[in-house]
């Protein structure tokens, strides 16, 4: 089939018809008003030859008038890529020669410049795509734009946008000339601009129908004739909103708080990784005391914090007890959010959420007790804490006899739920170690400044993470004649070797067998350890070999910031005792404690890790049965399910391999998102893009400064670590980091991320190895430019963007 009537295109047709004609045909068929046509298919792109006498009669049977001739791929107007102005569009076409020429000039921009690298972007194989054209009959607009069924600037489902200018509707979608922006939403439009309230209110109307029929908020074209008769000329996903919260049956607005960026993750969760997740998190925080429910929206976990927004006691002291691990951006919006009268703490002063009961005041009585125990005796806290994990170690191996698929769920049910309770050994030698960090700060207000204490707080001992990324350059330091292999060979061909046993023996397996279960976003059982894929691992090698001066090795460096902080600790102790005697001695006791006990932060996941590598194993082999059964298309894909969709599938057989390809491609177009709001309100809202922006000077980009120092060098813009080249001297700009990241550390000279707190895990570490911190700086990764000469400072918590002189310019050029 070459040409076929809109009228006749349905949805299930895109492969034939591409994605622009399966709306349009939609659009009819659900009785919408769309201007006449027809659509040349995917099958006369794939012969190269325009199907001319089919053409003819089809334009003919419109009346042979001036038509628009529109691109129609079969990777367009789908809902994570829209395709909008990548392809071709000829508006105004006349005459049989105009048209076939208009159908070729379509055919050929699917390989244009611009549709080929939004192909790439989004990892769409270019050898998938075929090329159909919509040829309709031309509409004389009077006034024309684009209807938003949602807010796409702030994600608000509650209320549209409409953007419209008189004449064509090229004028809006190209950004060519000014237009009149509406806003609709439960307020009557005032009669502004371009269009009246009696239109705004029938736009309305249109995006409603639109947005129930397709079942996702809505990128509308239309146009209004001379005679007052709107026509839709497109309705697509708009696919730069971030996934709304689920439905509450609750009526008042809530508020979620995003959660995995404190483990460094704001890629996705596997279904599996949430399904544990959820449960583990928010036992942790009841075990503190606070009642949260985790929330799973766009495969990320935000928590719940409506109740405790609302609580006239816990609203008090929410935005502090977000500084330690959420950071400035958290605290940002939630004192938006409690200054909104939705967010009013509840009538009669009813305690909700954040009520202690009987439980919470025996973990408070625990943990005054293991607080002040570790205080008192840090040495005997560690101690008992490096004893508890590796009891932990060796308890969470599964049991020899485990032989068949049911035993094996059983054990990993058993493992999941026991998962909830944290040692008392391992947890508030922890927190001690953080409060410690944390309170001097306010003790010595006026005394030391932030930078003085992050400088106290650097080359910090009796952190693993740190004693992992040394135990690595002490490798790279020591494969010898085996140093051109790692530079020259690709990270993923070197782990292969390993794994195939082939590589010559560097070390690698004995450290492996130490930090084996580690890896990038390693609290998501879905995610591969680094036992089971060493990629990472062989990249950071190779950077580590491309250090050459000993001096700036990364041993060298964290020996001179552990010095460094403790000669600024006694400097620092002698003023503050000389200038409040009081306050000054107990910050240098909490400071000393610091010392000892702040390095253990790192030590608590650490040991977390060892019972998530075990059930991922059994996971895995669980996966392997299921796949040699026919239950699953391969053994990974059991990370796709939740445990209580496994159960089903083992003991009731029933196949969900379906469900597994569905979640499968929603987690790849998470994959691709480039950013995650801080916080959403129920109907969407980012809350972020409510806030007044912050404005700096030219060129710089403000953060909040968390290790101090100032650097100047070249940018190294990294989204994914496992095969990141980061040379000496390069600063790090990512997103955000977690441990898996922090062996790129040793050999970058600065750190800038998007989101974090000042005691999370990447600004910790970049303290102790006395290279400067900016975290917490919005859109740093599309902002900044790999290779862009940008200086990082810790201190004043900016980073300042340098445009090259003209000699470099030129040498670009």
Request: aromatic share 4%.
């Amino acid at each position: 089939m070459h040409v076929i009537a809109l009228s006749e295109v349905t949805a299930a047709m895109t492969a034939l018809v591409g994605g622009k004609a399966a709306g349009l045909g939609e659009l009819i068929r659900h009785g919408e008003r769309v201007p006449d046509g027809f659509c040349v298919t995917t099958e006369a792109h794939r012969l190269g030859v325009v199907p001319t006498v089919e053409v003819v009669a089809a334009y003919q049977r419109l009346g042979a008038g001036p038509v628009a001739v529109r691109s129609s791929a079969t990777a367009e107007d789908l809902p994570d890529a829209s395709f909008a102005g990548q392809q071709d569009t000829v508006l105004n076409v006349t005459g049989t020669a105009e048209l076939i020429a208009a159908i070729e000039k379509c055919w050929a921009s699917l390989h244009g410049d611009r549709a080929t690298a939004y192909r790439d972007a989004r990892g769409i194989d270019h050898q998938t795509v075929r090329m159909a054209v919509v040829v309709q009959r031309m509409v004389t607009p009077a006034v024309a734009g684009v209807l938003f069924t949602a807010n796409p600037l702030t994600g608000g489902r509650d209320e549209m946008a409409v953007d419209a200018a008189a004449g064509l509707g090229t004028t809006v979608v190209d950004g060519a000339a000014a237009v009149d922006h509406y806003v609709l939403d439960d307020v009557a439009p005032t009669e502004t601009g371009c269009l009246t309230s009696t239109q705004l209110a029938r736009l309305r109307a249109v995006g409603e129908r639109l947005q129930a029929h397709f079942g996702c908020p809505q990128d509308v074209e239309w146009a209004i004739d001379a005679d007052d008769v709107l026509w839709l000329l497109q309705s697509r996903p708009i696919t730069s909103l971030f996934p709304a919260p689920p439905l509450s049956e609750k009526p008042l607005p809530r508020v979620y708080l995003e959660f995995g960026h404190v483990q460094g993750m704001l890629q996705p969760v596997t279904p599996m990784g949430m399904s544990t997740l959820r449960t583990q998190i928010a036992a942790m925080l009841a075990a503190l005391g606070v009642r949260v429910e985790i929330v799973d929206i766009g495969g990320r976990l935000y928590g719940d914090l409506t109740d405790l927004a609302r609580d006239r006691s816990s609203r008090k002291r929410l935005v502090k007890l977000l500084a330690v691990d959420f950071g400035p951006r958290a605290q940002a919006v939630m004192q938006h959010v409690l200054a909104d009268p939705r967010f009013a703490p509840a009538s009669g002063g009813a305690r909700r959420g954040g009520a202690p009961g009987a439980a919470s005041l025996r973990t408070a009585r625990r943990a005054v007790v293991g607080i002040l125990r570790a205080l008192a005796r840090p040495e005997a806290a560690r101690t008992r804490m490096f004893e508890a994990i590796e009891q932990l170690r060796v308890s969470s191996a599964a049991p020899a006899e485990l032989r068949t698929t049911a035993d094996r769920l059983r054990f990993v049910q058993a493992q999941d739920a026991e998962a909830d309770d944290s040692a008392d050994a391992i947890m508030w030698p922890i927190v001690a170690g953080m409060l410690a960090a944390a309170l001097p700060a306010a003790l010595l207000k006026g005394v030391a400044g932030p930078d003085e204490i992050h400088t106290v707080l650097g080359g910090m001992p009796h952190n693993v993470t740190i004693e992992m990324d040394l135990a690595l350059w002490r490798l790279a330091q020591g494969v010898g004649d085996h140093r051109q292999l790692l530079l020259d060979t690709p990270p993923a061909e070197l782990a292969a070797r390993h794994l195939r046993g082939t590589l010559p023996d560097i070390g690698m397996a004995a450290f492996l067998d130490v930090y084996g279960h580690r890896g990038v976003a390693e609290v998501d059982l879905g995610v591969p350890r680094w036992a089971e894929d060493p990629t990472p691992v062989f990249a950071a090698v190779a950077n580590y070999l491309r250090v050459t001066d000993p001096h700036q090795g990364p041993d060298q460096r964290f020996q001179r910031a552990a010095a460094a902080a403790e000669t600024a600790l006694e400097e620092l102790v002698t003023r503050a005792r000389r200038r409040r005697p009081v306050r000054g001695g107990i910050a240098a006791f909490l400071l000393r404690r610091a010392r000892s006990l702040a390095g253990l932060r790192e030590a608590g996941k650490f040991a977390g890790l060892y019972p998530l590598r075990e059930t991922r194993r059994q996971l895995l082999l669980i996966g392997a049965d299921l796949h040699a059964n026919g239950l699953l298309d391969q053994p990974d894909d059991i990370m796709f399910l939740t445990l209580d969709e496994v159960h089903t599938v083992v003991h009731q057989g029933v196949d969900l391999r379906g469900t597994v390809t569905a979640r499968r491609a929603v987690h790849g177009r998470e994959l691709r998102r480039r950013t995650v709001p801080v916080a959403l309100l129920s109907d969407g809202t980012d809350v972020e893009t409510v806030l007044p922006a912050a404005s700096t000077g030219d060129g710089t980009l403000a953060g909040v400064g968390a290790s101090a120092g100032r650097v100047t060098g070249p940018a190294r813009v990294v989204r994914d670590p496992s095969t990141a080249h980061v040379e000496p001297g390069e600063v790090l700009v990512a997103a955000t980091t977690d441990p898996g990241w922090t062996p790129l550390f040793l050999t970058a000279s600065a750190l800038v991320t998007e989101t974090g707190a000042i005691m999370a895990h990447g600004p910790t570490v970049a303290r102790e190895y006395g290279i400067p911190a900016v975290i917490c700086v919005p859109d740093a990764t599309r902002t900044i430019t790999t290779g862009q000469l940008v200086t990082v400072d810790g201190g004043a918590g900016t980073v300042t963007l340098h445009r090259p002189s003209a000699s470099e310019r030129e040498g670009r050029q």
